[in-house]
């Protein structure tokens, strides 16, 4: 696939009011609000509340992962629903400012009472919300969300990706498998951290190979020049990146202009859609990404047909398709597939035992798959990387 083909731009950031989604957006008036239900759904309609970065630096991946689960939820409703409910997406924009995601979040549950949350991004933001304590007050599960997350477990909290700890495994696997041993790491410097570099060493111990340079970025910027510093002095043969789209297509532009050459790897969270919007063929020749779901380009999956063909039904999207589109997708189908197993009376108090009854759940030809202690739903991971013609190679 070629880079210029999925890299138009995304619509200019604007309030989240201002966006008109091609798909049918995402805000109920509060009559209807009120004659819904409160935590209660039957025969009705049932709100799925999003929080994210409808504006800002990672506007792009958070409009594609609304437009991926808005499409599943059009397609469910015009079959006629899950059990008589029928599915509606309410939106709220926080610029992907963690100190917004958890007072947006409160307004949303409160204006319009959704049965379970998704769509969320961001290492802070998660846990801004978690220590909050608003999803255990709520007893309202979130569904699906992008971050280097590195949790197996966390209460109301449901990953239908793999984890880091798959995503870093797969990499320096494959690294060892070419004989590529001295390794850099560049992460964002939030709470986190000391995960992902525990995490890191860790895959990087199983594979044989040393984490011989580690640097980090301020979070929530793109400020990367003291890193690209660091390993120019230390010169590694691959880096490793932890980060969202922004700060990595600034390392990648600005470390191939010192005359950086090791060979880059980065999470998925960096998004390879924005990564291209960014950045010319020549600097992405070579780079490759975790990917965390089957490619949407490739309708040889029958995951990535359903995708398309919601997206032909629904006319010209705006935004183009992606790996977060195909997410929101997924995310989408297993909380579709949670109320499917709740029957009539569906509630936001049975949805954690709902979730964690879903063992093997085929999402075609994707497998997502809880239990109690288990909340990271999947360890699909598969490395895309950019030839020197500009083209997507798994």
Do not use: W
Request: with cysteine; hydrophobic share 45%.
């Amino acid at each position: 696939m070629d880079l210029a083909t999925i890299a138009p731009l995304c619509p200019a950031p604007q309030k989240v009011s201002q966006v008109q989604f091609t798909l049918r957006s995402v805000r109920l008036s509060m009559a209807v609000a009120t004659a819904v239900f409160m935590t209660v759904a039957q025969g009705g309609q049932i709100v799925v509340g999003q929080v994210g970065p409808m504006s800002g630096l990672e506007a792009g991946q958070g409009r594609a992962y609304a437009a991926g689960m808005q499409l599943l939820f059009d397609t469910v409703n015009k079959a006629g629903g899950a059990n008589g409910n029928t599915f509606i997406l309410a939106t709220r924009d926080d610029g992907g400012r963690p100190e917004d995601t958890v007072n947006v979040t409160r307004r949303l549950i409160a204006e319009e009472r959704p049965l379970v949350l998704a769509g969320y991004f961001g290492n802070q933001n998660i846990t801004s919300l978690m220590d909050s304590g608003v999803l255990e007050k709520e007893k309202i599960a979130l569904v699906g969300y992008r971050a280097a997350d590195l949790r197996t477990s966390t209460p109301y909290l449901y990953s239908i990706r793999a984890g880091l700890h798959d995503e870093i495994g797969k990499i320096t696997e494959h690294l060892a498998t070419i004989g590529v041993t001295r390794l850099g790491l560049l992460y964002e410097d939030g709470p986190d951290a000391a995960g992902v570099i525990a995490a890191s060493d860790e895959a990087a111990a199983k594979a044989h190979v040393a984490i011989m340079a580690k640097a980090s970025y301020p979070p929530g910027t793109a400020r990367v020049s003291g890193a690209v510093e660091v390993f120019a002095k230390a010169s590694p043969q691959a880096i490793i990146m932890v980060s969202n789209g922004a700060p990595a297509a600034a390392f990648i532009e600005q470390y191939r202009a010192s005359g950086g050459s090791a060979q880059l790897f980065a999470s998925s969270s960096a998004d390879i859609e924005q990564l291209s919007k960014r950045l010319g063929k020549e600097q992405m020749q070579g780079v490759a990404i975790a990917q965390v779901t089957p490619s949407p380009y490739r309708i040889s999956s029958r995951l990535a047909k359903e995708l398309n063909d919601a997206a032909e039904r629904a006319g010209k999207l705006d935004v183009p398709m992606s790996f977060a589109m195909m997410e929101g997708f997924i995310a989408a189908k297993v909380i579709v597939e949670a109320v499917r197993r709740q029957n009539a009376k569906v509630t936001r108090e049975a949805m954690p035992a709902t979730l964690e009854s879903i063992g093997n759940y085929d999402a075609g030809g994707y497998v997502v798959a809880f239990k109690p202690g288990m909340h990271v739903g999947s360890r699909f991971v598969e490395l895309s990387i950019v030839s020197s013609a500009g083209k997507i190679r798994q």
